[in-house]
């Protein structure tokens, strides 16, 4: 009966993880089909696409060797990020930008699915919230 409860508890730990590097993959596509419609002649290797899978990649690989509390907050973190200044702040004219943001629906649904491609991982985190303790 303990083995299998641990074998449970075993299989729910991946099932979580799974979500995790999942939701990681999910939110890295989101970024690089962003990225591929504003800047469609960017090389895949160039620095601003390998900014978006460098970090997700380590993020994946820290979940599969050590997941805990500090890589949950550096999900979370990572994911924010994305979500807040790549999905939201970056479409708006802000004077703060170096640059001036288009202001088109097109522009506006690219940004919309950036966003939307965060949730996924998002939603895994808010699993996994409880048994990492990030409190």
Do not use: C, K
């Not at 299989?11 to 469609?40: C, D, K, M, Y």
């Not at 696409?49 to 997941?67: G, K, R, T, Y």
């Not at 202001?103 to 808010?126: D, K, M």
């Amino acid at each position: 009966m303990a083995d299998t409860l641990a074998t449970q508890q075993a299989q729910t730990e991946r099932s979580r993880r799974n979500w995790i590097l999942t939701g990681l993959a999910v939110s890295a596509w989101g970024a690089w089909f962003h990225n591929n419609l504003e800047f469609p002649d960017m090389p895949f290797l160039a620095p601003e696409m390998l900014s978006i899978f460098v970090p997700s990649v380590a993020l994946a690989v820290w979940w599969l060797i050590q997941p805990g509390r500090i890589v949950w907050w550096a999900t979370l973190a990572w994911v924010a990020l994305n979500l807040l200044v790549g999905a939201v702040l970056s479409v708006l004219p802000l004077s703060m930008w170096p640059f001036a943001p288009e202001q088109s629906i097109a522009h506006y649904l690219n940004h919309l699915l950036y966003g939307v491609t965060q949730v996924p991982v998002l939603y895994a985190l808010w699993l996994e919230r409880s048994e990492t303790d990030p409190a």
